[in-house]
């Protein structure tokens, strides 16, 4: 089965930074790309990056570039993403969520549950 | 332009059928996925590739293309089937993902 599973979320006062990680299990994490969806109290689903499987390529929403990295380690079958600069518009659910490509169509087919972030001070 | 857009809210009764249009540039060429999400829980994929319903995805979901436009239609619409939908693709050089604006679907 698989699973995706978030955590690092927690209460941050702006300009601070925060770490959230997702675990994945239940498949061969290597061999996917991943990305971070995050969804504001309220308020619709927003990408924020994607990591390709091998590190190679990772790209941004252009609200979070310059402040957030994503990062993986395949060996431990996690997915990071770093929040540096934090904004109170930061603020949101943050999903890790496992990306198929399937003729040329690219789909976020495993979410995990999500973390809040809030920064607030 | 990458947008997505959608319409805000859909309401239908049992059993009748419930169509989510969302239009965008980036759908000329690239395709889109529609996610299901209920109060306090995850997406979940229920179309992808324009047509393709994932395993275990009831029937009555089907999804259709024409042009800039995509629409997804529940057909037989359940009570269960009350939730946010949202489409999603990639802009128009498949290197940035993007969502449509999503839509409440409310079952009278």
């Known amino acids: 089965e698989v699973q995706l599973v978030e955590s690092g979320g927690g209460l941050v006062q702006p300009g601070e930074s925060l770490r959230v990680s997702c675990v994945a299990s239940g498949f061969t994490f290597s061999d996917y790309a991943m990305n971070w969806v995050r969804q504001a109290p309220g308020k619709g689903l927003e990408w924020v990056s994607y990591?390709?499987?091998?590190?190679?390529?990772?790209f941004y929403a252009g609200s979070v570039k310059g402040r957030f990295t994503i990062s993986r380690d395949n060996a431990q079958n996690s997915l990071y993403l770093q929040l540096n600069s934090l904004r109170a518009e930061d603020t949101a659910v943050y999903f890790c969520a496992r990306e198929i490509v399937s003729g040329g169509g690219r789909s976020l087919d495993y979410w995990g549950q999500g973390t809040l972030v809030t920064v607030s001070s | 332009s990458d947008e997505l857009t959608q319409p805000p809210s859909v309401s239908v009764s049992p059993g009748q059928t419930a169509r989510i249009t969302c239009s965008g540039d980036?759908?000329?060429?690239?395709?889109a996925s529609w996610y299901q999400q209920k109060p306090g829980q995850a997406p979940l994929m229920v179309i992808y590739k324009h047509t393709e319903r994932p395993s275990g995805i009831p029937e009555r979901f089907s999804g259709s293309t024409s042009g800039t436009r995509v629409t997804l239609t529940i057909s037989g619409v359940q009570a269960e089937d009350e939730a946010d939908y949202y489409c999603q693709s990639a802009e128009s050089s498949g290197t940035y993902r993007v969502f449509g604006t999503g839509t409440k679907v409310t079952v009278l």
């Open positions: 990591i390709s499987s091998n590190s190679r390529a990772a």
């Open positions: 980036a759908l000329a060429s690239q395709y």
